[in-house]
């Protein structure tokens, strides 16, 4: 698969599951303005890392029709996606401690933190030695799989407040 369309398939999906995302709250509980702290955290959370690909993978892909070489362009996109990753990330954790007044979930601290850790610092390789495509790939494909897991969740809190 050329990068080009790589691209044009992470915004497409990414757009995807964030209109999902707002069919489920419109025609969940939620559309009449009952909004828990952890549902502002979650839906937080779908849309920035619904955003972030969409913003990575179109960056890409204007650059993509310029003369820059291409290494360059993956430095610039891989760059661009840690820097909004790591902002996301860090004012969302902090946000949520906020909220809820708890620690983060045993889940999260120890499997996808680690993993979210990993991914920031192949990117920010990336970014600065390894120039290629691949790692910026991976970053997209971490950034999705956080989508899509936040969409699950917000869907299964929509069906088990319907069975109620």
Do not use: H
């Amino acid at each position: 698969m050329q990068p080009a369309d790589f691209l044009s398939l992470v915004v497409e999906v990414s757009i995807t599951i964030a209109g999902f995302s707002g069919i489920v709250i419109v025609l969940g509980r939620r559309a009449s303005g009952e909004w828990s702290p952890k549902d502002q955290i979650q839906l937080r959370a779908l849309l920035l890392s619904s955003i972030t690909p969409i913003s990575i993978a179109g960056l890409g892909l204007v650059l993509l029709t310029t003369t820059i070489p291409e290494d360059y362009i993956w430095r610039i996109c891989s760059g661009t996606g840690v820097g909004l990753f790591s902002f996301y990330a860090t004012t969302g954790i902090r946000r949520a401690r906020k909220l809820l007044k708890t620690k983060l979930d045993p889940v999260v601290s120890r499997v996808l933190l680690p993993i979210a850790i990993l991914t920031t610092l192949l990117g920010l390789a990336n970014a600065v030695v390894i120039a290629a495509f691949w790692p910026l790939a991976i970053l997209l494909v971490w950034l999705i799989g956080v989508s899509i897991f936040n969409f699950i969740q917000l869907l299964w809190r929509a069906i088990l407040e319907d069975s109620t």
